[in-house]
């Protein structure tokens, strides 16, 4: 059977269907709300995604386990534990079906999963990047603070003031026979000790007011540091 003789056999089954009562003819206006449904929902998911993956981003910052893997291996371990696991498979959860929903379009249809998915990953990682440059999640955790945010202030308040326990990220308050004080983001003051074991820049000096990561062991209000750097990587090759 050719190609023509197909389409019509395929026209006359539809339309022996319909009269039957086997397949009844909706309504455009069905599918045009169908349409803005999926829409809707992909705009929704999308949303999500963005917000809790730059949330995730925002909140490794604030703990400074996303510098960790700078630090090696042991650094790299920090920042998986650091890891709000539950938010990332969240995340997860949110790629997965804006992937399904986003499938129901033509041109996503007719192309391979992985890069519709992809594609949903790239726009995640952008979307997120640029989201934490703006210093978005930043301003409203302050805003949680001070309890202006309504019932998302709890939510910002726990994971805002987390942080990983080998890495701490702040200002230097002062110098000290042992190392220095520490102002972390955490609004804490600690006291790192700097011994000939840790390890830095050579060329690295340390002083009041400069921003540093230190990964150690955390002991109470002290901190025993195996390595420490500047928070500006342009910094540190002065």
Not at 83 to 91: H, Q, S
Request: glycine share 6%; proline share 4%; net charge positive.
């Amino acid at each position: 059977m050719n190609e023509p003789e197909k389409k019509s056999t395929i026209q006359k089954n539809v339309l022996e269907a319909i009269r039957s009562g086997r397949a009844a003819m909706r309504p455009r206006w069905h599918f045009v709300l169908g349409a803005v449904a999926l829409a809707v929902g992909v705009v929704i998911l999308l949303l999500a995604l963005l917000s809790l993956s730059s949330f995730i981003v925002f909140f490794l910052n604030r703990s400074g386990a996303i510098v960790g893997p700078q630090f090696g291996p042991s650094g790299l371990l920090a920042l998986l534990r650091a890891l709000p696991w539950l938010l990332v498979a969240l995340c997860v959860l949110f790629a997965v079906l804006l992937e399904l929903l986003i499938r129901h379009y033509a041109l996503a249809y007719r192309r391979p999963l992985v890069y519709s998915m992809l594609a949903v990953v790239i726009l995640t990682a952008v979307g997120a990047a640029l989201i934490a440059h703006a210093h978005l999640h930043d301003r409203l955790y302050h805003r949680a603070r001070a309890n202006r945010l309504g019932f998302a202030s709890g939510f910002y308040r726990r994971f805002g003031a987390s942080r990983a326990p080998s890495i701490q990220s702040g200002r230097i308050r002062q110098l000290t026979a042992q190392g220095f004080l520490l102002d972390t983001a955490q609004g804490t003051t600690i006291a790192v000790m700097v011994t000939p074991r840790t390890r830095r820049r050579s060329n690295l000096q340390l002083a009041p007011a400069e921003q540093v990561f230190v990964f150690g062991r955390l002991m109470g209000n002290s901190m025993l540091a195996f390595a420490v750097r500047l928070a500006d990587s342009d910094d540190e090759s002065k």
